[in-house]
């Protein structure tokens, strides 16, 4: 490893480390900051000081953050948060920064679906955005297991009459669409 890279690891760590700071404006100066300095490693830190209620202007840099960023490698990061309950806070916002950031979701539909179906009415909206929002592409497989999960829960579920439940049928007939389009 250079000492260029060493300098890069240690400012990203410093950074992630005035993330825990009981100083909002120190937790503002660092989100700035990773914005131009920051790597994947900051991504689930930074997702940890939003859940925990963020001041306003951290808790703003922060979905401005993760709504923009243009890394390949975050979807993996964001889909993993949207199923892990740490972050079950922030699952709204986590969705909106699916469609928001422009980046490649369609491995993780499995994660968008179950957090349609686990989260709030908002929560099913934003997916059906989202699916609405995907450019179709699908394969088989990454089509297979939301399929299954939705119905699963529409079947467990198939008394209830809510907008919630309303959306989630009409993200599984968008899904089949797709499948039936293979």
């Given at each position: 490893?250079?000492?260029?890279?060493?300098?890069?690891?240690?400012?990203?760590?410093?950074?992630?480390?005035?993330?825990?700071?009981?100083?909002?404006?120190?937790?503002?100066?660092?989100?700035?900051?990773?914005?131009i300095h920051g790597n994947d490693d900051a991504v689930e830190p930074l997702l940890?000081?939003?859940?925990?209620?963020?001041?306003?202007?951290?808790?703003?840099?922060?979905?401005?953050?993760?709504?923009?960023?243009?890394?390949?490698?975050?979807?993996?990061?964001?889909?993993?948060?949207?199923?892990?309950?740490?972050?079950?806070?922030?699952?709204?916002?986590?969705?909106?920064?699916v469609w928001s950031s422009g980046l490649d979701y369609r491995p993780y539909l499995?994660?968008?679906?179950?957090?349609?179906?686990?989260?709030?009415?908002?929560?099913?909206?934003?997916?059906?955005?989202?699916?609405?929002?995907?450019?179709?592409?699908?394969?088989?497989?990454?089509?297979?297991?939301?399929?299954?999960?939705?119905?699963?829960?529409?079947?467990?579920?198939?008394?209830?009459?809510?907008?919630?439940?309303?959306?989630?049928?009409?993200?599984?007939?968008?899904?089949q669409q797709f499948n039936n389009q293979l």
């Open positions: 490893m250079s000492k260029k890279e060493t300098a890069k690891d240690k400012k990203v760590k410093d950074l992630i480390s005035d993330l825990e700071s009981k100083d909002s404006a120190t937790q503002l100066k660092a989100v700035k900051a990773l914005k940890l000081l939003l859940s925990r209620s963020a001041e306003g202007n951290v808790r703003s840099e922060i979905i401005d953050l993760i709504n923009t960023t243009k890394s390949s490698t975050v979807p993996a990061v964001i889909a993993n948060a949207l199923i892990d309950k740490r972050f079950a806070s922030i699952r709204h916002d986590l969705l909106i920064s499995k994660e968008i679906i179950i957090a349609g179906t686990e989260g709030e009415m908002m929560d099913a909206l934003e997916c059906i955005t989202i699916v609405e929002n995907l450019d179709g592409g699908f394969s088989e497989d990454q089509l297979f297991d939301p399929i299954i999960v939705l119905k699963e829960y529409i079947v467990a579920h198939k008394d209830e009459d809510s907008p919630k439940m309303n959306m989630l049928k009409e993200v599984l007939v968008l899904l």
